[in-house]
């Protein structure tokens, strides 16, 4: 009996249920002589195939959380395991690494390089991960089908709506083919209607088995989440719908 | 894959590039007036000293020049009329030398003199020069017509002479004209055949006189015409007595030629009482060219140089701002997952591609303006294959040396911050 567990905790570690988990993160930025504290020992854990808002005033810690979860940061403190490896413990190369293997992000200002095509930003990841012209540009041109611009493939971002530019970054997010998206504020430079589009693609997403964390300061928005993390002054002040997962 | 990822960075590096057409270009203009300026100065420098060098080993670098030059006049004495100076080598010296050393191989001397001259009713002023078949072995002048003269004629003391091509075509002369008697100041010389002068196009400097020299035997000369001068200055008759005008010596290996010269200098000192001659080591001088022309190309390579360190301060600049331009790019990139070095690859790439399309407009620029000096100021230039490699590879360098500060400035910007820049 004592012999089988490892082996079921070896197998919970490979096939993790959390594909992202925070153990007691802290982050201190230091300003100057004056240390500020942006989160103050934050334990969660986000479930695999789950859809997550990350609501709460400026200054609560929700961008530092969305930049720690992205791996553009590492904690002051405390752990953060995604896909089974200890953030903490990466070298900046290695970050990349995550970076390019485990997650896509999605802007409020989109974050298209506007010098290049819709196609060349959606193969921007593919790029880094070494694809060759041919495969890259048949797997782009696929995306951009999925995001319903396969006919844009050789505008430049300022010749598209926002709402347009917004589905490019999407598409740009999927090409590594992610398990985690992370998308900050995705609806907050466009109208209504639009983000009301963006949101349903964000869902479907979710249905299709990504993992989404979005920042919002809109309920309407955060409302198309099945769980909503509420923080406060770097700390989790509630949680609605649902547990995280074990952790 | 990493293979491809670089040519694809470079085709980035290009496309970003064109983005900025005029700027890019502007920014090229320092390198490719830099190695522009390297290659052509080179090659211009390498003209001037490949011509210099030329010259010096037309006089052959086995050789010693002993010239006859007139001492500075003492005393009242060279007013009065019956005052004759003597000066100058001696045919006595000739032999000196010839006995003494024995690494000499030849001794060539030569007799001038200045002789009106009649051919048929032509006339010209020729510069007689007497001297001994070896001349023709050592100054190596292609024949035109008939021979030159031969140890028979000095043995016979016939009465012959060879012109130049020049002074031929001045007297009307052809090959007809072998055979035929030439007057030469009363006295009357056959001529034997007519050797090419010096071309005018590979020498530099070339007096008249020289192109109309005419060669006859030493020992025939000097019967007909002897060894006393008279010259005219200031309205007083100056005579003066000199045996021989010069000295070609002839050492049998490069080696010895430069303590030859020391003993032969030594030795003619002794025997006079005032320096009446003056010693010419091609070799010497050949050392001295060379000598100038490494301080030339140091000279000209550093201000090239100096103007290549421009140009690549040029590129550092426009590289920091487009840096600085491109922040928010970078931090995408960086979000997305490029690594520091992929970030120093890019911005690398863009300038050796900038400063490599510059050395190589550059190069044609170095090869065009020696072109166009040749073309109009006929000096002579060479472009040589070392200088074109050195520059370009210059321009490489320039390219990483000032491509690499803003690459590393730009893989150093925190994504985070990158992002949020606008």
């Known amino acids: ?247 | 894959m990493r293979r491809v990822r670089i040519i694809r960075n470079i085709g980035l590096g290009i496309k970003n590039l064109l983005l900025h057409k005029l700027r890019s270009f502007l920014t090229m203009l320092g390198v490719v007036f830099g190695v522009g300026s390297v290659v052509a100065m080179l090659a211009v420098g390498e003209g001037a000293s490949a011509e210099a060098l030329e010259q010096i080993r037309r006089l052959g670098s086995n050789n010693i020049i002993i010239t006859t030059i007139r001492p500075v006049e003492e005393g009242v004495g060279a007013s009065s009329p019956s005052f004759m100076s003597i000066y100058g080598l001696l045919y006595e010296d000739e032999t000196r030398i010839r006995k003494s050393f024995s690494s000499v191989e030849h001794t060539v001397p030569v007799k001038l003199i200045r002789k009106e001259s009649r051919l048929g009713d032509k006339r010209l002023e020729l510069r007689v020069v007497g001297t001994v078949p070896d001349w023709f072995q050592l100054v190596r002048r292609p024949i035109v017509a008939g021979r030159v003269i031969r140890e028979e004629d000095i043995e016979g003391r016939a009465g012959v002479v060879v012109l130049t091509e020049f002074g031929a075509r001045r007297l009307l002369a052809t090959e007809h004209t072998i055979g035929q008697l030439l007057r030469i100041g009363g006295e009357y010389f056959e001529v034997i055949g007519i050797v090419q002068s010096e071309e005018a196009s590979a020498g530099g400097v070339q007096t008249p006189d020289e192109e109309v020299d005419a060669y006859a035997p030493l020992n025939v000369v000097r019967e007909r015409f002897g060894d006393i001068y008279s010259r005219r200055t200031a309205g007083s008759r100056i005579r003066e007595l000199v045996e021989l005008h010069q000295l070609i010596v002839q050492v049998r290996s490069v080696e010895e030629v430069e303590a030859v010269a020391a003993g032969i200098d030594h030795m003619l000192e002794r025997s006079r009482r005032r320096k009446d001659y003056q010693m010419s080591v091609p070799l010497a001088l050949l050392r001295q060219a060379e000598a100038t022309k490494r301080t030339f190309n140091i000279v000209l390579g550093s201000i090239a140089g100096i103007s290549l360190l421009v140009g690549g301060i040029g590129i550092m600049n426009i590289m920091l701002a487009s840096v600085t331009e491109r922040t928010r790019e970078i931090g995408i990139r960086r979000a997305i997952g490029a690594k520091r070095m992929q970030i120093v690859g890019q911005f690398l790439v863009e300038t050796i591609v900038l400063s490599m399309i510059g050395g190589l407009i550059g190069v044609a620029v170095g090869i065009l303006i020696p072109a166009l000096i040749t073309y109009f100021a006929g000096m002579h230039t060479i472009v040589s294959p070392q200088s074109i490699f050195l520059s370009v590879g210059i321009s490489m360098a320039v390219g990483i040396v000032f491509g690499i500060y803003p690459a590393i400035r730009a893989s150093n910007l925190d994504p985070i911050v990158a992002l949020r820049h606008e």
């Open chain 1, 1 to 247: 009996m004592t012999d089988t567990v490892p082996d079921i905790r070896e197998k919970a570690l490979s096939e993790p249920s959390c594909v992202a988990e925070f153990r007691d993160v802290t982050k201190v930025y230091h300003m100057g002589t004056q240390e500020v504290s942006a989160l103050a020992g934050v334990s969660i854990a986000f479930e695999r195939g789950s859809f997550w808002a990350i609501m709460g005033p400026s200054g609560s810690g929700k961008s530092t959380m969305l930049n720690l979860l992205g791996c553009l940061d590492r904690p002051s403190s405390g752990h953060y395991i995604l896909e089974g490896g200890d953030v903490g413990q990466l070298d900046d190369d290695q970050l990349s690494e995550f970076r390019l293997r485990h997650l896509g992000f999605i802007f409020q200002s989109f974050n298209l390089i506007p010098q290049l095509t819709v196609q060349e930003n959606i193969e921007l990841p593919l790029f880094y991960l070494g694809y060759d012209a041919g495969r890259s540009a048949a797997l782009a041109a696929e995306l951009a089908e999925r995001v319903d611009l396969g006919a844009r493939l050789q505008h430049k971002p300022s010749e598209l709506s926002g709402g347009q530019q917004q589905r490019v970054a999407i598409a740009r997010a999927l090409a590594n083919d992610p398990p985690i998206l992370l998308a900050d504020e995705p609806t907050g430079n466009l109208d209504s209607a639009t983000g009301t589009q963006i949101m349903h693609l964000l869902t479907e997403l979710n249905e299709q088995g990504k993992t989404i964390i979005m920042v919002t300061h809109e309920n309407e928005i955060a409302a198309y989440a099945g769980r909503r993390l509420h923080m406060r002054d770097g700390r989790i002040e509630r949680i609605e719908g649902g547990d995280g997962c074990a952790g």
